[in-house]
């Protein structure tokens, strides 16, 4: 009965270690972080390259999803300063307006993390287009 105790949490606890533990690097060196799941959305959070202010990325069908991965549609806000604000703000999962917005592809290349990721972007109503590529940070460094 006791390792059956100890097996249940280890299970329990491993969807939010795996969450909590992982990081990518974007080209700029700033990190894209896997914040929470917000139900079976995940929330993956950075900060852009001309930003001081955390930026979001809102990724359907991630969330709890840490064996299986593939390719996933979202999509990203960022803060006006950081380029142009779009004809229409939208609002995030969180309650919060963005006037800066956009689609995005995420593609992981392998199924489960450590993987590389390539974001394409689009802004506004634009098909992703921008291809922007990940590398996990694992223990001292990039992987």
């Not at 059956?4 to 939010?16: G, K, N, R, S």
């Not at 060196?29 to 079976?40: E, H, I, K, M, S």
């Not at 590389?116 to 634009?126: D, M, P, Q, V, Y």
Request: hydrophobic share 45%; aromatic share 12%; charged share 20%.
């Amino acid at each position: 009965m006791f390792r059956t105790l100890i097996a249940a949490a280890i299970l329990a606890a491993a969807p939010l270690a795996a969450a909590a533990d992982e990081v990518w690097s974007l080209p700029s060196g700033n990190q894209v972080v896997y914040l929470r799941d917000d139900g079976t959305t995940a929330v993956l959070a950075y900060t852009p390259v001309m930003g001081v202010e955390q930026s979001y990325i809102f990724v359907p069908g991630l969330g709890g999803n840490y064996e299986d991965r593939g390719t996933f549609t979202g999509y990203w806000v960022e803060p006006v300063y950081v380029g142009k604000s779009c004809p229409v703000p939208i609002i995030a999962s969180d309650g919060m307006q963005w006037d800066r917005w956009g689609a995005v592809e995420v593609k992981f290349h392998k199924k489960g993390f450590p993987s590389k990721i390539t974001l394409k972007r689009g802004e506004c109503f634009g098909a992703p287009k921008e291809k922007i590529k990940l590398k996990p940070v694992v223990g001292a460094g990039l992987q």
